[in-house]
């Protein structure tokens, strides 16, 4: 190995993007250089209007003790198993219609930290590294091979309420980055539950994440120990050693897109060019429509 290269491996292997906070480090490319400052966070936190704590423990835990977690047994599996005996997603593919939301065991279940339901907490499990693209800024890209259906990392960041978002939203320029996502789940009774995150200041890896037309990672929202859900990633395929990790911004994967704007325009301004190089890119990134209506809609109070 040539003198430069091994500088360049023990630059890289001394910068941790994490601060020693994953289970793993994260390495930065090329060397010498570092992302803008911001405070590294593993796990959501609650941001300013946030209407719980995530990481208050509200989910009581199973009984599940001398029997494995099972659906119809433990009170954590709703439907089916969630994961199989390689730690990977389940029913991940086209096949299904849409993406359900999955719960976890939690701190209060009696079953065993090697239970089987317990994916997603476990955090980080592949070594990733933060690069410099050519023209998206930042990117995020494994140095190994992930088989299709495990779990990535997370998308942490502040959880934030309606007002917050509006406000942070509001001082946004087009130069800015929009870190912001909405979640939104429809519940049993018709309602809409929605989550907004925000990792601009606080934040983990996934905030380096680019968007792709056909991305390798699917968001899901596993819920743990309370009704705040972890964004949670997974590989929609095998992804290959420095591959770039993306995802569709505009959360569609197995979910069906209601409507598209197809528009070029965003309250007037020109969106933003997507440089995903798929054969299906839209050309441009996803607009959020719904995010800057909500600077639109009066204040009665």
């Not at 930042?138 to 088989?147: A, H, K, M, S, V």
């Not at 949670?232 to 505009?250: M, Q």
Request: proline fraction near 6%; charged fraction near 25%.
């Amino acid at each position: 190995m040539a003198a430069s290269e091994a500088g360049h491996e023990a630059s890289t292997e001394r910068l941790d993007i994490a601060r020693g906070l994953e289970n793993v480090p994260v390495s930065a490319w090329p060397s010498g250089a570092e992302p803008a400052p911001f405070q590294y966070m593993p796990d959501l936190v609650a941001g300013p209007g946030a209407d719980i704590d995530p990481t208050q423990i509200t989910f009581p835990g199973c009984i599940c003790v001398k029997t494995a977690c099972l659906p119809g047994t433990c009170s954590c599996l709703r439907h089916e198993e969630n994961y199989d005996g390689n730690s990977c997603l389940r029913n991940i593919g086209s096949e299904a219609k849409y993406a359900e939301p999955i719960f976890e065991c939690n701190v209060l279940c009696q079953c065993s930290d090697r239970c089987r339901n317990r994916v997603v907490q476990r955090g980080l499990q592949f070594h990733l590294q933060v690069f410099k693209t050519e023209k998206k800024g930042w990117g995020l890209r494994t140095l190994e091979f992930i088989p299709k259906g495990r779990f990535v990392c997370e998308y942490a960041g502040e959880v934030l309420g309606v007002s917050e978002v509006q406000k942070r939203i509001h001082l946004q320029t087009k130069h800015d980055a929009n870190y912001i996502i909405a979640i939104r789940e429809h519940v049993y009774n018709g309602q809409v539950m929605e989550t907004f995150v925000d990792p601009t200041y606080i934040g983990n890896i996934g905030r380096f994440l680019n968007h792709s037309c056909e991305p390798n990672l699917l968001m899901i929202p596993v819920r743990i120990d309370s009704m705040v859900p972890k964004l949670a990633l997974f590989a929609a395929k095998d992804i290959l050693p420095e591959e770039e990790l993306s995802y569709d911004y505009s959360g569609r994967f197995l979910n069906v897109a209601v409507g598209e704007d197809k528009e070029k325009l965003d309250n007037g301004k020109l969106r933003k060019p997507c440089y995903c190089s798929a054969k299906s890119c839209t050309a441009f990134l996803p607009y959020d429509s719904s995010l800057y209506c909500l600077l639109e809609k009066p204040n009665n109070n």
